[in-house]
């Protein structure tokens, strides 16, 4: 009897021990830190790196919105490389992953759409990129680069699938952007249509109205409701790029330059407030001469308006008085029947109420004598508009001076002229030999300089 006991008690410990084992499988699992993401989780974090595509101190200087006042070297255009990688390995792949393992339709729309959107970002910064062959994982770490227009054909038909695909009315979770409202997603993404278009203007005209005028018909934004804007949070995880330097790090770097006050005062712009502070020292409006090559007071100088790095100020990324420059230029290049001036005064007026939050002032601007709509200059006055109205957009605004050379009052600090593209990271040199080689060859005669011409950027 003693041996029967004892054998059952072992038995009943090693079955015990056994359920030990597998209990402590499990509570070695974090339920609050979970091994696989949904793909609604993996889109918002991927919509966590917008804001990057425009706070960037090189894409300010690019477009020459902000003066650089201690290292001035930094504004000069030195002869560097920039890498993309953490665009493939953060908010692209996790987007990728999103498309290839959801069911929901909405949500491999919006991933389609966000792709697009970051890869038209990057593609116009440095030209042929890998595309095709990208976000494979380790199946392909040397992916090959498409070239510039073959991306754009695929951006297109990636954004009219989505366009397809996206079912209004049936929501979005963990949509950080347009909370879960799928009719501005629709008008997002058709607007993104719209604007990749018209940076087609000068290499295809014909396949560029094309685009346009179909992207518009199809419905883009109709006000200011439908802007594409990342809202930063008052908390230290989700604040304003600026913010952490200005007031975190403690560095009063930059002040506006002094062709951006000269471009606003004179014409009483409501928005010059917003942009710029008047100087400490006189109380005016001091703007700093781009590339100065002295260090200089900070005081004597305009700084950047503390509106724009409020811990919680957002970041326009994509708007509705852009979609309405866009217009004004279509109209003028006869793509439309529209009135361009209807459209250049009503894009203004978006920019004004978006960036004051009020009409007040928006009539005595465009009553401004330099500020009226003159045919005789129709383009050069919406390029001109549109650069002051995507202020601290500095990518974006770079690309629109490059395609149309407005506004023709860029400086050349020290001799240096403002850069055509970023030049590919010299790791893609040492880890995709073969196909950096190639890209590089093809477009820019084996030069990977910021002075390469990119391939809708005609001379």
């Not at 041996?3 to 402590?24: H, P, Y």
């Not at 498409?146 to 989505?162: P, R, S």
């Not at 029947?337 to 928006?362: C, K, L, M, R």
């Amino acid at each position: 009897m003693k041996k029967l006991i004892l054998s059952i008690t072992v038995i009943a410990f090693l079955v015990s021990s056994c359920e030990i084992a597998n209990f402590d499988d499990d509570i070695n699992k974090n339920p609050n830190l979970p091994s696989e993401a949904e793909p609604s989780q993996l889109i918002a974090n991927a919509m966590l790196s917008l804001p990057s595509l425009s706070s960037s101190p090189q894409g300010e200087y690019n477009a020459q919105y902000l003066s650089e006042i201690i290292y001035i070297d930094d504004s000069l255009y030195p002869e560097s490389t920039t890498s993309f990688y953490w665009l493939y390995q953060g908010p692209l792949i996790n987007l990728q992953t999103a498309i290839e393992n959801t069911n929901v339709a909405n949500e491999a729309a919006v991933a389609k759409i966000l792709k697009a959107y970051y890869f038209w970002h990057m593609t116009d910064r440095w030209g042929d990129i890998p595309y095709s062959e990208a976000l494979n994982g380790t199946e392909d770490f040397t992916p090959a680069y498409d070239t510039q227009q073959e991306i754009y054909e695929n951006l297109f038909a990636l954004l009219k699938e989505a366009r397809d695909q996206l079912e209004v009315g049936a929501g979005l979770s963990n949509d950080i952007i347009y909370n879960g409202d799928i009719e501005k997603w629709r008008k997002f993404g058709n607007t993104v249509r719209m604007l990749m278009a018209l940076r087609l203007s000068e290499r295809d005209e014909a396949w560029a109205e094309d685009e346009f005028t179909n992207a518009m018909d199809d419905g883009i934004m109709t006000s200011n409701d439908d802007n594409f804007v990342f809202q930063h949070l008052a908390n230290e995880n989700n604040e304003n790029y600026w913010y952490n330097q200005i007031i975190r790090q403690s560095r009063v770097w930059w002040a506006i330059p002094v062709r951006i006050i000269n471009m606003m005062e004179p014409n009483n712009d409501p928005r010059l407030p917003v942009y710029a502070e008047q100087a400490a020292n006189t109380g005016d409006y001091t703007g700093l001469p781009y590339g100065t090559p002295n260090s200089v007071e900070a005081d004597d100088y305009s700084l950047l308006g503390t509106d724009i790095y409020e811990q919680d100020a957002p970041v326009y990324l994509v708007t509705y008085a852009q979609a309405k420059f866009a217009l004004a230029e279509a109209a003028e290049r006869d793509w439309t029947t529209d009135i361009p001036e209807t459209h250049y005064n009503e894009a203004i007026e978006a920019s004004i109420v978006q960036w004051t939050g009020s009409d007040a002032g928006v009539q005595s601007y465009l009553n401004e004598p330099d500020v009226i709509y003159d045919p005789a200059n129709g383009i050069e006055m919406i390029s001109e508009q549109r650069y002051l109205h995507l202020f601290m957009h500095g990518y974006e605004a770079w690309a629109e001076y490059r395609r149309t050379g407005f506004p023709d009052n860029m400086v050349n600090p020290q001799g240096r002229d403002v850069p055509l593209r970023q030049a590919y990271t010299s790791d893609e040199e040492l880890n995709n030999t073969e196909n950096y080689q190639e890209a590089v060859d093809r477009q820019f005669n084996g030069d990977n300089s910021i002075y390469g011409r990119l391939w809708w950027d005609v001379e």
